[in-house]
């Protein structure tokens, strides 16, 4: 064991304060990295204020973590000391079910340990995430940086990445294709991003006029603002896939009017129940499919990092001191971050 420092709250009703707390020694498997960034996630606002009831305090958050290799285990094969690597939203799984070994651990039966506040499957401990100056985890559960990104704006690709990636790669987005994101927060501009890649035409839905030019900067297509009856009117029958990233509850029954017979309508944001109720006559009517997707596999998540180095695809970011925490969630609240705040973790050791 060895002390680290972080930041963590202790209940859901205390902001995020300074901490010491004990990190393992590396296990065999295992590979210690001193963190360097890590992205905050909207999911950490609602882990820390225990929004889904299910917060194990004290809670650190952080799971899109890149760092550096300053350990290995003995049994360790695919990472050694320097190496920039990462950890996104899992630490752990059964590894030997169906769906680990189809390498979707986050699908895991029995559950996947996720990178924090979860308990560890080998000691029972509390899992601590990236708000720290250091991690150690298995090597199954880390990933390569590649050596063309940037370091501090390839962390939000660990969750906010994956978590589009995914399943716009799964449902087979394709050139020619017509995918709508729903939504531009950390995950729909990563959404536009990663289907303009595909070669897919894209268009934003947005409650907001205003963020029209800005949809189209970050590659968009057209824009659609989902107020105006008459616009969505018009794209009735248009779509072959939408990206929901709304992570409130919304109507999806005028969104399911914009896809096509066969069409796609996939939920990565929304975790509660969906209110008002979907209109089942518009899945049954045009064989429609209403689908959900959660981040992705480790092996997906090394996939994806690589994609956005050949496409030269980044997170827009804006840097974080971690003394600033407790603002930023504020302001993630607001809407007031393009589109991922970064901790830079020197301001940690400072």
């Given at each position: 064991?060895?002390?680290?420092?972080?930041?963590?709250?202790?209940?859901?009703?205390?902001?995020?304060?300074?901490?010491?707390?004990?990190?393992?020694?590396?296990?065999?498997?295992?590979?210690?990295?001193?963190?360097?960034?890590?992205?905050?996630?909207?999911?950490?606002?609602?882990?820390?204020?225990?929004?889904?009831?299910?917060?194990?305090?004290?809670?650190?958050?952080?799971?899109?973590?890149?760092?550096?290799?300053?350990?290995?285990?003995?049994?360790?094969?695919?990472?050694?000391?320097?190496?920039?690597?990462?950890?996104?939203?899992?630490?752990?799984?059964?590894?030997?079910?169906?769906?680990?070994?189809?390498?979707?651990?986050?699908?895991?039966?029995?559950?996947?340990?996720?990178?924090?506040?979860?308990?560890?499957?080998?000691?029972?401990?509390?899992?601590?995430?990236?708000?720290?100056?250091?991690?150690?985890?298995?090597?199954?559960?880390?990933?390569?940086?590649?050596?063309?990104?940037?370091?501090?704006?390839?962390?939000?690709?660990?969750?906010?990445?994956?978590?589009?990636?995914?399943?716009?790669?799964?449902?087979?987005?394709?050139?020619?294709?017509?995918?709508?994101?729903?939504?531009?927060?950390?995950?729909?501009?990563?959404?536009?991003?990663?289907?303009?890649?595909?070669?897919?035409?894209?268009?934003?839905?947005?409650?907001?006029?205003?963020?029209?030019?800005?949809?189209?900067?970050?590659?968009?297509?057209?824009?659609?603002?989902?107020?105006?009856?008459?616009?969505?009117?018009?794209?009735?029958?248009?779509?072959?896939?939408?990206?929901?990233?709304?992570?409130?509850?919304?109507?999806?029954?005028?969104?399911?009017?914009?896809?096509?017979?066969?069409?796609?309508?996939?939920?990565?944001?929304?975790?509660?129940?969906?209110?008002?109720?979907?209109?089942?006559?518009?899945?049954?009517?045009?064989?429609?499919?209403l689908a959900g997707s959660l981040i992705g596999g480790i092996a997906e998540t090394q996939e994806v990092l690589d994609f956005c180095a050949e496409h030269?695809?980044?997170?827009?970011?804006?840097?974080?001191?971690?003394?600033?925490?407790?603002?930023?969630?504020?302001?993630?609240?607001?809407?007031?971050?393009?589109?991922?705040?970064v901790i830079d973790m020197a301001t940690l050791k400072r």
């Open positions: 064991m060895y002390t680290a420092i972080g930041y963590a709250t202790q209940s859901a009703t205390t902001p995020l304060a300074p901490v010491k707390f004990e990190r393992r020694s590396p296990r065999p498997d295992d590979v210690a990295i001193d963190i360097l960034y890590c992205g905050v996630c909207h999911s950490d606002i609602h882990q820390a204020r225990n929004e889904w009831g299910i917060a194990v305090y004290p809670l650190m958050p952080g799971h899109e973590i890149v760092g550096k290799v300053t350990a290995v285990g003995a049994n360790v094969t695919q990472h050694k000391v320097g190496d920039l690597v990462g950890v996104g939203c899992m630490v752990d799984s059964c590894r030997s079910c169906e769906a680990c070994q189809a390498n979707l651990e986050q699908y895991c039966l029995e559950g996947p340990t996720m990178t924090y506040a979860t308990p560890n499957r080998v000691d029972g401990s509390n899992t601590m995430g990236g708000y720290s100056d250091s991690i150690v985890v298995s090597e199954h559960f880390v990933v390569r940086i590649p050596e063309k990104l940037d370091l501090a704006s390839a962390a939000p690709i660990l969750c906010a990445g994956i978590t589009t990636y995914s399943p716009l790669k799964h449902y087979g987005v394709k050139a020619g294709d017509k995918v709508g994101i729903l939504g531009m927060g950390g995950l729909g501009h990563m959404g536009i991003k990663f289907a303009k890649a595909m070669g897919a035409e894209v268009t934003l839905f947005t409650r907001s006029a205003s963020k029209a030019e800005e949809a189209r900067r970050q590659g968009a297509d057209h824009v659609i603002v989902s107020t105006d009856a008459e616009q969505m009117k018009a794209a009735a029958g248009h779509f072959d896939f939408l990206l929901d990233t709304i992570p409130v509850q919304h109507d999806l029954n005028p969104y399911l009017d914009t896809l096509r017979f066969d069409g796609v309508h996939i939920l990565v944001g929304l975790i509660e129940p969906v209110d008002p109720p979907v209109h089942a006559g518009k899945l049954v009517m045009s064989r429609r499919v030269n695809i980044t997170c827009d970011i804006e840097m974080l001191d971690i003394r600033q925490i407790n603002e930023a969630y504020a302001r993630m609240i607001a809407g007031d971050v393009k589109y991922r705040f």
